[in-house]
């Protein structure tokens, strides 16, 4: 839990008052908690916690209230009760043993940043490190602390080379080029040099000498770095390793001050939850972000977190909350980029907006929606942009087959197999395998049999789908 939930004075009135349905509502809510995440903590049930924050139910056995106090690790001083602190240490290995450099409340200084960078790309973690990584709650604990926590000062004086701004430029001019290339040609080319190019800028941050200025910058392009190439693993079908990189980012991002360059690693982060059955934390990380970034001025970077809450939200079947989420994401794109939105957000634009509606409306289960939504997408999108397209396309797909439309339906799906024939992404080949499952039920229709037997000629000839 996060120190500074004890310190909220709403939560010590409510412990002092053994009002604990009132402490188990408040303790969630500041700490960014599910209450299947409390239930896990506690040992209580989801059900009984529920009715416990309504107030049907209330927490009177003496020891499911040590049970509940001890789970949470509520401080002996906040609780007139004799807690067995004991016992709550004795129930987990040690921080350093659990959470290594991992742990989310070390400080957020320059070693644990190149400790993280080492976790991310050298994948030796330890399975209970791996198991931090990869929790709920660790995520919401590293949100909470990117969000509090100081960054300290990066200027080094060693015997190594300066770091110069020619030498920083060139870097940044190869973060972006795998950003291009992964657009284009998918993440199966560019993970594994992704990886390399973090070791070198890891290198470069431990061994030269830079100022306040070039450290900064350094630890940006870290951020950049780390956060693409945690995207360009999960895209290529990993995912327990990308939080890895993503968490390194936000310490990165932290270093170099740059709050975009945070609130862009948790866009990922979002992606992530949406896309293994989290959604929650999507809505979680986008909220968070877009609370960081508010006031300076970023219309896109704004909309592109709000299509990731979105998504969310329509995991979730929130039906309203997805479309306001989206309309206000509509409205901001429509601003047109500022001249505070990052670099690296140039492929936001009205294609974007669509295309992700349209998968909201997917989800929602309202293929009419969207299909209109894809048509639109098609329409605008950037088309160099080919995994994306391939994405969408995969949906729209779906979507007429969902709605009985085999023919357009068919078209569709030819054209997701002819990027699927140059496209290295794993993501994209699930999307695809989604699409192929679609038609079995109607493999006796001409259009889909069609479909299904060049498929099955791919497959069997050792196309990347």
């Known amino acids: 839990m996060p120190e500074y939930v004890w310190f909220d004075p709403d939560v010590r009135d409510a412990l002092a008052a053994w009002d604990f349905g009132q402490a188990c509502r408040l303790i969630r809510l500041r700490g960014s908690l599910r209450q299947d995440d409390m239930a896990q903590l506690t040992g209580l049930s989801q059900a009984f916690l529920s009715m416990l924050e309504a107030g049907s139910r209330r927490l009177t056995n003496i020891d499911k209230i040590v049970e509940f106090l001890t789970g949470l690790d509520v401080p002996a001083e906040l609780v007139a009760l004799p807690l067995p602190q004991s016992r709550a240490n004795a129930s987990q290995p040690p921080r350093d043993q659990f959470a290594g450099d991992a742990d989310p409340t070390l400080p957020w200084t320059t070693v644990r940043m190149v400790a993280a960078l080492d976790t991310a790309v050298g994948d030796s973690t330890m399975d209970r490190r791996r198991f931090l990584t990869a929790s709920g709650i660790a995520l919401t604990a590293f949100v909470n602390a990117w969000d509090s926590a100081e960054a300290e000062p990066l200027g080094r004086a060693v015997g190594g080379s300066r770091l110069t701004n ?173 001249e505070h939105d990052p670099h690296w957000l140039y492929w936001i634009n009205e294609g974007e907006i669509h295309g992700q509606a349209g998968s909201c409306y997917l989800d929602l289960g309202d293929p009419r929606s969207a299909v209109a939504s894809f048509t639109k997408a098609r329409q605008a999108l950037n088309s160099g942009d080919h995994r994306t397209r391939g994405l969408f396309l995969s949906r729209a797909a779906t979507a007429h087959i969902a709605q009985g439309d085999l023919e357009a339906g068919c078209a569709t799906a030819h054209e997701v197999l002819d990027l699927a024939e140059t496209l290295q992404s794993a993501r994209f080949d699930n999307h695809v395998t989604s699409m192929i499952r679609e038609l079995q039920p109607v493999a006796h229709n001409a259009y889909a049999q069609e479909v299904l037997e060049r498929r099955a000629a791919m497959v069997a000839t050792g196309s990347r789908t």
Not at 230 to 256: E, H, I, M, Q, T
């Open 166 to 338: 020619e030498l920083l430029d060139g870097l940044q001019r190869t973060t972006d080029s795998l950003r291009t290339m992964d657009a284009s040609d998918g993440s199966g080319t560019v993970a594994g040099l992704g990886d390399r190019h973090l070791q070198f800028l890891r290198h470069l941050m431990v061994s030269t000498s830079y100022d306040e200025a070039a450290g900064r910058r350094l630890a940006a392009i870290i951020a950049d770095t780390a956060t693409q190439t945690g995207w360009f693993v999960f895209d290529s079908g990993n995912r327990d390793r990308p939080l890895g990189y993503l968490y390194a980012a936000l310490r990165a991002a932290k270093a170099s001050q740059d709050v975009r360059l945070g609130a862009g690693a948790l866009s990922y982060i979002a992606i992530h939850g949406y896309s293994t059955g989290t959604p929650h934390h999507a809505v979680t990380a986008a909220r968070r972000a877009r609370d960081k970034i508010k006031k300076l001025g970023t219309p896109a970077l704004e909309a592109m977190l709000l299509t990731r809450q979105a998504r969310g939200h329509a995991k979730l079947g929130e039906r309203h909350a997805s479309l306001t989420a989206l309309g206000q994401a509509a409205e901001l794109c429509a601003q047109g980029r500022s």
